[in-house]
């Protein structure tokens, strides 16, 4: 395992061309975790989730990942506080299609009148006149898949939406939509304990869309005191979330983790992984923990 020394360790992860033209730092944050209890209303220290979003900027972050159920809007409202106006080269994703009653509550809504609704609304809370990166938050059962996504389309044919990712998704889903409208990006839940969209990994990177892991730091029992990952962490000097992040940078190059946090320190913490090159031997040592 080597070490790379910069001020912007986010930098060392790698870039990726999403779409082809919006060109970011591997790593990336996601900024779910800025909000409240249960990813609802405001954040216990607003100040704090501010210096977050700032310092991940000065960390050589410059894709952030939000959505307008976290909060909901509160999360998009930080960035815009922290942030706007904004950096050339700093992508703010977004997202649409999930509603909100609740903490911890979420409920897919993907009515072409709602997903343009929220679509707008993000546009005014993130002050922007476009959305560099659009997502569909989770597809709809109740409504065609060529009605949630033919709205986006609609948008980006406005001007308002450049690109247009879906969220946890199947290769069927993926391969549908891809029918209706150009797929720059796809979010699935995916780490190194649970694999279980590995075919829709290997089915972006065959396509070369990005794929955005959500959860990415989830190690559970793997990171526990003496476990595989506690245990590796230790003999490198590094902690299991830095491994876990390191092994899903190392595993494809179309990956872009976004590992969440409130707290400055964490982030900080994240964003060193990006210095972390796995050997081909550590990489696979590090598979065939699960």
Known sequence: MSHQNSARPADASGTFAIGGDLTVNRLGYGAM???????????KDRAEAVRVLRRAVELGINFIDTADSYGPFVSEQLIREALHPYADDLLIATKGGLTRCGPDDWRPLGRPEYLRQQAELSLRHLGVERIGLYQLHRIDEKVPLADQLGELVLLQQEGKIHHIGVSEVTVQQ??????????????NLFNLANRSAEDVLEYAERENIAFIPWFPIATGELARAGGPLDTAAKQYGVRPSQLALAWLLRRSPVILPIPG???TAHLE????????????DEFDALTAVV
Do not use: M, Y
């Not at 975790?33 to 954040?43: F, V």
């Not at 993926?174 to 979010?187: G, H, N, P, W």
């Open 174 to 187: 993926l391969k549908e939509a891809r029918t209706i409208a150009d797929i720059a990006s796809v979010q």
């Open 269 to 280: 913490e994240n964003t060193e992984a990006a210095r972390l090159t796995l050997t081909d």
């Open 33 to 43: 975790q800025l909000t409240g209890p249960g990813i609802w209303g405001e954040p």
């Open 261 to 263: 946090t409130s707290r």
